[in-house]
């Protein structure tokens, strides 16, 4: 465990004093607040990475963060081709939205764009060719898949075939590593913990939570992390950083973060495990060691061993695996809540495996 403490303006870790090394603003929808540049005019300038998660069809909104901050990361959230995005999404004509979207941002001067897909059975099948076409049109493609947590107001995201969605899984990595974008080198072993992931295996590398990143609600709730409910920290409007992050409160949730075992490896939490604990701007040792092997391997044609690195024998078996629930034709509408309310009504009903 780190040696951490507060003062007035600065985190410290060990010796040295930190701002925020990333700031990432996911949904709900972003693009929905009325302050969204605000908040953007102030996030940006304390992180070395400022992101904005997005479902893409709003991109007016984003205008004017990207004319004023062309690096903002900007991610919009596409789950296939045309039909199959539509589909999943239930969007009308969502693909082309997102998609000119995005170019419409590169024309302003947008320098870190891309797309972000949840890999499941039913889009599974499109992963490479869709990383190809976002690489063809200069974009990113960012990965995650079912996750279950307190924030989705569900817990049935479960893949149906386990097996199925993580061999292909397997086409994406090599795709990655034949290119010379470095992130997308480790963007590969990013996707290898997501073939652990589905397959019911432990995590690649121990959660971080509440030590490298914590997860802040709309309601200034913060959390260790955005599965575990019962991981909450304090709450922003009646307490400082200091105060939540140095406590023994916090001391306690570390301890428990350490021992957790739901198996989640989503960009936040992957992302911040794979750094170096003390040099964030540099990769772990494991991550890198393995990238540079299987680089190599891939520019010599030999190809990667997955066996080598998953156990394809072991998959977890769900004893029951409810079919998702399908809202595409339904017009669901909450009123907004209030912050008395109770936010959150399915504490507990999950595990992440």
């Not at 004017?64 to 009308?92: A, C, H, Q």
């Not at 590169?106 to 490479?128: C, H, P, S």
């Not at 406590?247 to 992957?270: F, P, T």
């Amino acid at each position: 465990m780190r040696t951490m403490k507060s003062s007035d303006n600065m985190i410290f870790l060990g010796n040295t004093a930190y701002n925020m090394l990333w700031d990432y603003i996911t949904g709900g929808e972003p693009t929905l607040r009325r302050d969204l540049e605000e908040i953007a005019d102030i996030l940006y300038p304390k992180a070395m990475q400022f992101e904005i998660s997005s479902n893409g069809l709003n991109v007016k909104k984003l205008e004017p963060i990207i004319k004023k901050y062309p690096d903002v990361k900007i991610r919009f959230s596409l789950e296939g081709f045309e039909l199959t995005n539509n589909k999943i999404r239930g969007e009308k004509d969502g693909f082309n939205k997102k998609v000119n979207g995005l170019l419409h941002l590169k024309e302003l001067g947008g320098t870190d764009l891309g797309f972000a897909i949840t890999i499941q059975d039913d889009n599974v099948t499109e992963l490479v060719e869709l990383f190809k076409f976002a690489s063809a049109q200069g974009f990113e493609l960012a990965t995650s898949t079912l996750h279950n947590g307190f924030q989705f107001h569900k817990s049935d995201n479960v893949p149906y075939d386990r097996l199925r969605v993580a061999k292909h899984i397997e086409g994406l990595i090599v795709e990655m590593l034949k290119t010379n974008n470095v992130k997308n080198w480790f963007r590969a072993y990013l996707n290898l913990g997501l073939i652990a992931k589905v397959l019911g295996h432990e995590r690649l590398i121990k959660c971080t939570a509440a030590t490298d990143f914590v997860f802040i609600d709309p309601w200034c709730d913060v959390f260790a992390c955005n599965v575990r409910p019962d991981l909450k920290m304090g709450n922003l409007e009646k307490q400082t950083w200091g105060e939540i992050l140095f406590g023994l409160k916090a001391d306690r949730i570390r301890k428990e973060v350490w021992n957790c075992k739901q198996n989640c490896w989503m960009v936040g939490s992957a992302k911040t495990a794979m750094r170096h604990p003390r040099y964030a701007k540099i990769p772990n040792g494991g991550p890198l060691l393995w990238v540079l092997k299987n680089k190599i391997r891939v520019l010599l044609g030999a190809g990667i061993n997955f066996e080598e690195y998953v156990d394809y024998s072991k998959v977890h078996h769900d004893d029951y695996v409810p079919k998702r629930d399908i809202f595409l034709t339904q017009n669901v509408k909450k009123r907004v809540q209030t912050k008395d309310e109770v936010h959150y009504d399915r504490f507990g009903e999950f595990f992440n495996s």
